[in-house]
Nanobody, 116 residues
Framework: QVQLVESGGGLVQAGESLRLSCVVS????????MGWYRQAPGKQRELVAS???????NYVDAVKGRFAISREYARNTVYLQMNSLKPEDTAVYYC??????????WGQGTQVTVSS
């Protein structure tokens, strides 16, 4: 069975940084695309950033220039570096992976709260 486990969320003040991690099991499981989504209370879940196996990244406009997604294959981990955090970034962040055959998998989410 495939598992995605997020970590790294927390409470920070505006302007500070956080790095989220998503560890994938089994270690040799290969996703075509991995991404980070977020969902704020009362809002729909949205794609924040994604990365392909070839390293092509995509970001929602609201986080461009502030967030960076990366993948460390040796650790089977995808990261989301979040800089210059704003209160609007407050949400539960979810790791997502898409298998080559189309199946998708989700982590349990990690809370990010940014105070002003």
């Amino acid at each position: 069975q495939v598992q995605l486990v997020e970590s790294g969320g927390g409470l920070v003040q505006a302007g500070e940084s956080l790095r989220l991690s998503c560890v994938v099991s089994p270690n040799n499981f290969g996703f075509s695309i991995m991404g980070w989504y977020r969902q704020a209370p009362g809002k729909q879940r949205e794609l924040v950033a994604s990365i392909t196996r070839g390293g092509v990244t995509n970001y929602v406009d609201a986080v461009k220039g502030r967030f960076a997604i990366s993948r460390e294959y040796a650790r089977n981990t995808v990261y989301l570096q979040m800089n210059s955090l704003k209160p609007e970034d407050t949400a539960v962040y979810y790791c997502n992976g898409q298998a080559p055959w189309g199946s998708t998998y989700w982590g349990q989410g990690t809370q990010v709260t940014v105070s002003s």
